[in-house]
């Protein structure tokens, strides 16, 4: 099984018509996602092409390509100054599950779209997220689909390409995935790494989770409390930004040490008190991963 | 983006906030000048953006013009952790009854904007925090309603307890709510806000952070930048629309994505080598950011090797390959490259490299342990 989402979920595309909305909606219908619709405002009634055979319909707003095509997920790779306001568009149109690829959204943009997501009772992943794949089933983001493979690990990562790092390094131990999430690297994200281990506890064939996690904030501290409390499977965890100054924001906006809260020594100890074992570097991850499952 | 107190106290007077005079001046006669206006007995502040000003002697009491004068002479141009100063404000002296305290920043677990207040003001408030947090006030702003006047006057009544004086805090917190969100503020913070014998309550301090991802639709905030305040190459790096961190060490790091740039920094570290910097060249293969990247990161003469780490995903390695090979033709570079590229198109990157007469390898701890070694 997969968690959140799997081969039948029915998924649109908001800025579909852009450079990035464009490339990445092809590699994910060929991946085997089922785009159903797309939608770029004063671009409605256009088709777009998936392939050389497949096309869907552009539409104007969100609530056209849900009423017309039962989508119940969107992806969106629309520009900062538009994405908060997209989020709500989706959570207004009934979507239960949103995807905010872009970076760079205004913090303040974002309490909104939360607060009105959490209304409607929506799930967002990101913003700033690479995004959510389910090996052999569907990927919604950029996570390329050559490096998982289907398998028992339940991934949960803030970053992008260190979550690819990771992912790499298990498929090629022979360690396939069920789920990978991209919770995102952005100070207010929808989906925390609790809500992802608590749908991977539900999921039977997920028999092992590896958490990626990086300094700023304490969602890997709450993440760590959860597991020692609530999980029975086994929890491999990584922190980026053991040599990062502290005040000084690394990349990620969420990815700052403030006065002496957020560090990855802090993190790493909250890990370690609760039974989660830390790879030192990110090759270490599918090392402990297969000991901690027995293979 | 940190903002100058005198900045910050502009945006807060634009707000309808009641702020003590000030106005800034970078040399001994225009404080002077500016003493005299203000009666002599002023405050000189350096202007830097740096918390323990106080500690470091940028911020010191005069009685008179002369003295005032004095003071800028040794304060402007002084090194305040590392950053010289080229302003000062000055400011009359407050005839201060009590010290409160006021700030504005986003919560992260609860999403929403959370105002503190604490009648113990005048200190590090992260001190407070520490010692006493009973002595904090927070609330919860909903952002779709914003702070509503029964909000503000009940935090108000935490830091008051005569109505004349809670009231004007109460006003003081609204606007400061205001100007938090029409400037796209990520911190806003009143520290201390006081209230005279007289009877006024006022800020005399202000601190202000912008949210980088607000000044896109805010160029009047944007153009606060003090340019003085930023090193070449962080000037350097935001121009081209990279991630950069300059750090201490001699390995000189150009990767793509945050969370493998520090993940890469951490090998460095992990194998006895030090990072030079933290930089991250995002998701475009564009060879002039990657030019831009090698031009910052040779600047720096302490640097001894450059390490390339690149997980190709939608990034296609061949693409960055062909970006370093351009760079290193356009530049000339006297320190040894070592190339990691894994991931999409990497076979064909591997070629583009040799045929520039650079190799490449496939992890990651090779590469690391590699430049450590370089680096020595």
Redesign the interface.
Known sequence: MSIYVDETTRVIVQGITGRDGS??TR?MAAYGTRVVAGVTPGKGGRSFALSGKEEVPVYDTVADAVAETGANASVIYVP??FAASAIMEAADAGVGFIVCVTE?????D???A??LARDRGCRVLGPNC?GIICPGKTTLG???G??VTEGPVGLI?????????AV?HLTRDGLGQTTCVGIG?D??IGTSFVDCLAAFADDPDTEAVVM?G??G???EQEAAAWVSANLDIPVVG?I??????PG????????IIS?SSGT?AEKTRAFEDNGIKVA????EIAVLARESLGR | MDLHEYQAKELFRAAGMAVNPGEVADDPQGVRALAEEYGGRVVVKAQVHSGGRGKAGGVKLATDADEAARHAEAILGMKIRGLTVGHVLVSPTEDIATEAYAGILVDREGQCPVLMVSAEGGVDIEEVAATNPDAIHKLQVDPRYGLMPHQAWGLATRLFSDPALTKQAARILTRLYRAFVDNGASMAEINPLISTGGGKVKAIDAKVSIDDNELFRRPAVAALRDPDSESEADAKARAAGLSFVKLEGNVGCCVNGAGLAMATMDLVKYYGGDPANFLDIGGSSNPDKVVAALEIITADAGVKVILFNIFGGITRCDDVAQGIVEAVGRLDIAIPLVIRLTGTNEELAREILAEAGLAAVASMDEVVQEAVRLAG
């Open positions: 490339f990445h590699q900062p100054a760079g959204i205004p913090v303040l974002m309490t909104r939360h607060a690479p950029i996570i390329p050559s490096i990562s803030r970053s992008g390409t260190l979550t690819y790092e790499h690297g100070p207010l990626i990086e300094i904030g304490t969602a990584f980026a930004g053991r040599t990062a100054p000084t924001r690394m990349g990620h906006a969420g990815a006065g990855a030192k570097r990110p090759a």
